[in-house]
């Protein structure tokens, strides 16, 4: 198709999709979106010059994927409230004809500069894992965070090292002294996941120095969207890694996100683990995470509030609406007892509406909370951990803890999704956003957490709790008006 008659279809299709979801009481209050059509991983996330850029994986005039994805666009000047902006980069170079692919943004000076995949699919007998693919890493340079000035391939497909597939993707750059680093994530043609590690001194000309990390054992066939940043001096590796056997309590997605602790040996440019590997959500939706240091020199994370490939156990309802997928909140990353911990930025306290308080002193049976909206902010702090509780949201969400163990379930609202579970020791502290169709619960401030999508049709204005003897129980509505 022409380039002309492409963009005309597409501008089509986005105001026939606009029109058909501008009534759906799915869309989300204060969660990031699609405006239509398809999302899914935060790119390119930074601040410049006190505005905040929000670039994703976006098909905007198809709601289930699967075609070329553009950068999506969206900017704030306070995190809570957001400008859907024009796409920034689009699928029509020859190194990026199938797809602009996932990547990150570097701030330096009075520019921005951003590297992503540029995803090639060549016609032919290919299965596009060990054949038929190209993934070039692309140099994009902007001054404003809208328009390009110079755009280049500083890694062909064909210039990655020997030993891999063609799956070599999702650069994140970042620089130390004089020297800049950028990690890739990749798969061998044995089918273990790897990152990669390249170095530059001008952000055009990349070596590769081998691989910065990788375990011998058998920990995914696939690992992407690395990330590598500091926290108070102790270095942080974050990685989705694709192909993790199942568990009753862990690793309950098909793929996953999480991160590891550790070491830079710089001289090797090797990263040596000091803890396991410990999963960031244990949702139902929850992948593709990316930080970011922003111009209050916090660590904030954004993750994709969706998961591919996951049919037939759930097929995700707003498909039929035009629109799927969103983001989570924007988490601040601290460290605490060797371990990461999330908790949503401040700036969310904005969207508050009246603070209503309850005590709980003794309680028999049945707690009833009144919820003026279905999109509200709580927390509920135990005065000692109760050894067993429910808590029922929106139409047939539950929390359900045992002592050891929490378990997210939903009921017909969760379209085909049932159970997740975490194992949690002396849980005093529940920090729990309701949105129209989204949960999150930030568990011990934000020692775990556990997001999902859910999708009610007949919302209950109430949040009922059992079990619940000695409690304080905060509570906000939520609007962004």
């Known amino acids: ?21 501008a009534q759906d009481p799915w869309r ?66 020859d190194y990026d004809r199938d797809g602009v692919y996932s990547g990150s943004a570097f701030v330096e000076g009075n520019q921005i500069h951003f ?7 060549h016609p032919g007998d290919h299965d596009y894992t060990y054949s038929g693919r190209e993934q070039n890493t692309v140099h994009v340079v902007s001054d404003d965070g809208f328009t390009v000035i110079k755009q280049e391939v500083v ?29 890739l994530g990749a798969r061998t043609v044995d089918n ?3 990152i990669l590690i390249y170095e530059s001194e001008n952000l055009s000309e990349w070596r590769y120095r081998g691989i910065f990390f990788g375990v011998d054992d058998d920990f995914g066939y696939m690992w992407e969207c690395p990330d590598y940043f500091q926290i108070d001096g102790q270095d942080v590796l974050l990685f989705s890694p694709q192909g993790i056997l199942n568990q009753r309590d862990a690793f309950q997605n098909r793929y996953h996100s999480g991160y590891i602790l550790g070491t830079v040996d710089w001289e090797t440019l090797r990263f040596k683990h000091t803890t396991p590997f410990r999963e960031l959500d244990h949702g139902f939706d929850f992948y ?54 999330q908790q949503p930025i401040t700036e969310l306290q904005r969207l508050r509406g009246v603070h209503q308080q309850r005590h709980i002193q003794s309680s028999v049976g049945e707690i009833t909370y009144q919820t003026a909206t279905t999109a509200y902010e709580m927390t509920i702090t135990l005065d000692k951990s109760e050894s067993k509780w429910q808590i029922a949201l929106l139409e047939d969400t539950l929390l359900q803890y045992d002592g050891t163990t929490l378990t997210m379930t939903h009921g017909s609202s969760g379209y085909g999704r049932k159970h997740r579970r975490l194992k949690i020791d002396h849980l ?33 204005p109430t949040v009922s709790m059992t079990g619940v003897n000695q409690a304080l129980i905060d509570y906000w509505p939520l609007t962004n008006e």
């Not at 022409?2 to 089509?12: A, D, M, N, P, S």
């Not at 956003?433 to 011990?444: G, H, M, Q, R």
């Open 1 to 21: 198709m022409l380039e002309k008659e492409y963009w005309e279809v597409l501008h089509q299709k986005q105001a026939y999709l606009k029109q058909k979801i």
């Open 28 to 93: 989300l209050v204060y969660h990031l979106m699609p405006e239509t059509g398809w999302m899914n991983d935060p790119n390119g996330l930074c601040q410049f010059n006190g505005t905040v850029h929000f670039y994703h994986q976006y098909v905007p005039q198809e709601a289930a994927g699967g075609l070329a994805p553009h950068w999506g666009h969206k900017t704030s000047t306070d995190f809570v409230s957001f400008q859907e902006e024009p796409l920034f980069l689009s699928p029509n170079h």
């Open 115 to 121: 590297f992503y995949t540029g995803n090639v699919k």
């Open 155 to 183: 890694i062909p497909h064909d210039a990655y090292p020997a030993g891999f597939t063609d799956h070599i993707r999702d650069p994140k750059v970042f620089k130390r002294g004089d020297m800049y680093y950028m990690i």
């Open 192 to 194: 273990q996941g790897k």
């Open 288 to 341: 593709a995470p990316q930080t970011f240091s922003d111009e209050q020199e916090r660590r904030i994370l954004w993750g994709w509030m969706g998961l591919g490939d996951t049919m037939p156990e759930y097929s995700n309802p707003t498909v039929a609406r035009g629109w799927q997928h969103a983001a989570t909140l924007p988490r601040e990353l601290k460290i605490r007892d060797q371990k990461l911990v």
């Open 428 to 460: 005093k502290h529940l920090h729990i956003y309701v949105d129209t169709s989204a949960i999150e619960v930030f568990l011990n401030h934000g020692a775990a957490c556990i997001t999902s999508r859910v999708y009610p049709t007949n919302r209950k």
